[in-house]
């Protein structure tokens, strides 16, 4: 089965910048659409930024333009640089792999990380 870890999460102020990176084992990492989702307190699960075999991205309104989606076939690991962040930023991040990857994922099941905590707050 896929394993997923993610990393990189932490307290930062607004304003500043985060690179989360979530490693993958148990599939084929090259053949797989990578998306990195976020879960605040009591909401659900949402899409924030998507990246394609080959390598087309997509990113929610919300983060569009602050955030950068990207991925590292070799390592087999996709990473997620945030940049200009704001306290509606906190939330757990995840990341996923499969095809469709929906929008809001209201109830996760099946191959999930742990997630890594993001808390923008001065």
């Known amino acids: 089965q896929v394993q997923l870890v993610e990393s990189g999460g932490g307290l930062v102020q607004p304003g500043g910048s985060l690179r989360l990176s979530c490693t993958a084992s148990g599939i084929r990492f090259g053949t797989f659409n990578m998306g990195w989702y976020r879960q605040a307190t009591e909401q659900q699960r949402e899409l924030v930024a998507s990246i394609t075999i080959g390598s087309s991205t997509a990113y929610s309104d919300s983060v569009k333009g602050r955030f950068t989606i990207s991925r590292d076939n070799a390592r087999n690991t996709v990473f997620l640089q945030m940049n200009s962040l704001k306290p509606e930023d906190t939330a757990v991040y995840y990341c996923?792999?499969?095809?469709?990857?929906?929008?809001?994922?209201?109830?996760?099941?099946?191959?999930w990380g742990q997630g890594t905590q993001v808390t923008v707050s001065s």
């Open positions: 996923k792999a499969g095809s469709p990857l929906p929008r809001i994922v209201a109830e996760p099941r099946g191959s």
